[in-house]
């Protein structure tokens, strides 16, 4: 009997194309689109889950001869990564929510219906590769072929459970080779556009979106530099992030940007480029992948941002779920409720969230 394999399907070709690589593979498949919100009014160009997806992946799965479901995760997405992203704005922090969505939706709800429903695997369009170590007995999270779709820092957190009935087929293949695999067989999202803003925040407005949400209002405040001297209004504490510099809405003789958020004083620091230097961090939510734990400091590669190049750093293990990551170099704009992500070579290691600056 084949395998059977349950392919989330968002309507993109990468996804799409995931399911026919599967599919051609023996598996016994069937797409799930996932239902995470209501967007269909939404004025952004970048947007996932609108009526157009659905039908982008129906019409695939029709293409390649699988069947198509449409899953509801409102409920699940609203609590686990829309109140996770404005909590996290309302506490002085810039969340992530790529990683709640892959976390706590894709690879645990979704998991969950696959069990129940008797599949054996979880397949994904997401760009990263799985193997297994017979020398550690565990199985290792990858980076892509490709280095700029390389999506391994977004799957940090995934367990070993996940990752034995986890296929990522996009892992091993550039971009252009996976558009190409789309033209030659039709796929009618072939030449669509990867969505590239958070995709329920309309047109990027992230405190609009939070402002809507939760009905309230977020009380103007002080821009300060590192002395405390107050230099302007800011106008709310959700409004910024850690380096933003534009739209401030005041005029230096040197670029200002932005260094800390102080929720308890609702007043934001701002400094000089030179200031938004650190070496040390605390993370905290850990989860290891190619080692149940480690012991005593490890020298690796961290990165602190997605789309960040590794950088050389000492991790120490303070506790079950804490860490202590000291970079070799100064790094810029570390910012906490962002995910950092250690690697040894093309091997997650593991990662967590950051949670306070040292120095």
Same mark, same amino acid.
């Given at each position: 009997?084949?395998?059977?394999?349950?392919?989330?399907?968002?309507?993109?070709?990468?996804?799409?194309?995931?399911?026919?690589?599967?599919?051609?593979?023996?598996?016994?498949?069937?797409?799930?689109?996932?239902?995470?919100?209501?967007? %269909?009014?939404?004025? $952004?160009?970048?947007?996932? !889950?609108?009526?157009? =997806?659905? *039908?982008?992946? #129906?019409?695939?799965?029709? +293409?390649?001869?699988?069947?198509?479901?449409?899953?509801?995760?409102?409920?699940?997405?609203?609590?686990?990564?829309?109140?996770?992203?404005?909590?996290?704005?309302?506490?002085?922090?810039?969340?992530?929510?790529?990683?709640?969505?892959?976390?706590?939706?894709?690879?645990?709800?979704?998991?969950?219906?696959?069990?129940?429903?008797?599949? %054996?695997?979880?397949? $994904?369009?997401?760009?990263? !590769?799985?193997?297994? =170590?017979? *020398?550690?007995? #565990?199985?290792?999270?990858? +980076?892509?072929?490709?280095?700029?779709?390389?999506?391994?820092?977004?799957?940090?957190?995934?367990?070993?459970?996940?990752?034995?009935?986890?296929?990522?087929?996009?892992?091993?293949?550039?971009?252009?080779?996976?558009?190409?695999?789309?033209?030659?067989?039709?796929?009618?999202?072939?030449?669509?556009?990867?969505?590239?803003?958070?995709?329920?925040?309309?047109?990027?407005?992230?405190?609009?979106?939070?402002?809507?949400?939760?009905?309230?209002?977020?009380?103007?405040?002080?821009?300060?530099?590192?002395?405390?001297?107050?230099?302007?209004?800011?106008?709310?504490?959700?409004?910024?992030?850690?380096?933003?510099?534009?739209?401030?809405?005041?005029?230096?003789?040197?670029?200002?940007?932005?260094?800390?958020?102080?929720?308890?004083?609702?007043?934001?620091?701002?400094?000089?480029?030179?200031?938004?230097?650190?070496?040390?961090?605390?993370?905290?939510?850990?989860?290891?992948?190619?080692?149940?734990?480690?012991?005593?400091?490890?020298?690796?590669?961290?990165?602190?941002?997605?789309?960040?190049?590794?950088?050389?750093?000492?991790?120490?293990?303070?506790?079950?779920?804490?860490?202590?990551?000291?970079?070799?170099?100064?790094?810029?704009?570390?910012?906490?409720?962002?995910?950092?992500?250690?690697?040894?070579?093309?091997?997650?290691?593991?990662?967590?969230?950051?949670?306070?600056?040292?120095?």
């Amino acid at each position: 009997m084949n395998k059977k394999a349950l392919i989330a399907m968002s309507g993109g070709v990468d996804s799409s194309v995931a399911a026919y690589l599967i599919k051609s593979s023996g598996y016994d498949c069937t797409g799930v689109t996932m239902k995470l919100f209501d967007n %269909d009014e939404s004025s $952004t160009h970048y947007t996932c !889950c609108s009526l157009d =997806d659905v *039908e982008d992946a #129906r019409s695939v799965c029709r +293409k390649i001869g699988i069947p198509h479901y449409v899953y509801n995760y409102k409920d699940s997405f609203k609590e686990k990564v829309i109140m996770r992203f404005v909590e996290a704005y309302e506490n002085g922090a810039t969340p992530n929510p790529c990683i709640d969505c892959n976390r706590f939706i894709k690879f645990k709800r979704l998991f969950t219906r696959a069990d129940e429903l008797g599949f %054996d695997y979880v397949v $994904t369009g997401h760009y990263a !590769c799985v193997d297994f =170590d017979n *020398e550690r007995n #565990r199985f290792l999270l990858k +980076k892509a072929a490709d280095p700029s779709k390389d999506q391994s820092y977004v799957l940090y957190f995934l367990t070993q459970e996940q990752l034995s009935k986890t296929l990522f087929p996009l892992g091993k293949l550039k971009k252009c080779a996976v558009r190409k695999i789309a033209s030659d067989i039709d796929l009618i999202n072939a030449n669509k556009h990867d969505s590239q803003d958070i995709c329920f925040v309309p047109d990027n407005k992230y405190a609009d979106f939070i402002r809507n949400f939760t009905g309230k209002d977020y009380p103007e405040g002080d821009f300060v530099d590192e002395e405390g001297k107050i230099l302007g209004n800011h106008k709310g504490i959700i409004a910024y992030t850690v380096g933003q510099r534009k739209g401030l809405g005041l005029s230096f003789p040197n670029p200002m940007y932005v260094k800390e958020k102080n929720v308890d004083n609702n007043k934001i620091v701002l400094c000089e480029n030179s200031g938004l230097f650190s070496k040390e961090l605390i993370a905290t939510d850990v989860n290891f992948i190619s080692v149940d734990t480690i012991t005593e400091p490890v020298h690796i590669k961290a990165k602190i941002r997605y789309n960040q190049q590794e950088q050389s750093a000492t991790v120490t293990k303070i506790d079950d779920n804490t860490i202590h990551v000291v970079f070799d170099e100064p790094q810029r704009a570390i910012t906490i409720g962002q995910a950092v992500v250690l690697y040894d070579g093309d091997i997650v290691m593991g990662g967590g969230i950051i949670s306070k600056l040292l120095s």
